[in-house]
């Protein structure tokens, strides 16, 4: 694959692999992991909408109106259901974190695989090096 797609796939991996260690976790490590889970996912959120988005929609307008809206109306999904996971876990809460949970991961199977399939591979295309340079150098990588 591309530079672009390799590293944000790998992070993919990491985060899912963070999600994936919720299911068997009692309530006080089910908090802390979540809070790593949350800052993580956050991470990568952000670094799509301020840093990598913005450079493909400026290399190939059609995706600023097209799939990049469609992840940021994701985007937003996503963190309302980290949001009630953690309005849950502040009641100690643990079955209806669990239940938002659910309704995540079932929003990000389909993001993260429309970002893999689409997006990422878009940004390998239609980057420069030196575009993807600059998306690594402002990520700090």
């Not at 307008?61 to 502040?90: D, T, Y």
């Not at 389909?110 to 399939?117: G, R, S």
Request: charged share 35%; aromatic share 10%; proline share 3%.
């Amino acid at each position: 694959m591309g530079k672009i797609f390799d590293f944000f796939e790998k992070d993919h991996r990491e985060i899912d692999s963070l999600f994936l260690d919720l299911r068997f976790k009692a309530l006080a490590e089910y908090r802390d992991t979540f809070e790593e889970y949350d800052q993580r996912l956050e991470r990568h959120i952000v670094w799509e909408e301020t840093i990598l988005f913005p450079a493909l929609a400026e290399k190939n307008p059609m995706f600023k109106e097209g799939p990049i809206r469609v992840m940021l109306i994701e985007h937003k999904e996503i963190r309302q259901e980290k949001a009630a996971i953690i309005q849950a876990l502040k009641k100690a809460d643990l079955a209806g974190a669990k239940t938002h949970e659910k309704a995540l991961a079932s929003v990000l199977s389909h993001h993260n695989a429309k970002e893999e399939q689409v997006l990422y591979p878009a940004c390998d295309r239609f980057l420069g090096d030196k575009d993807i340079e600059s998306v690594f150098l402002k990520i700090g990588t």
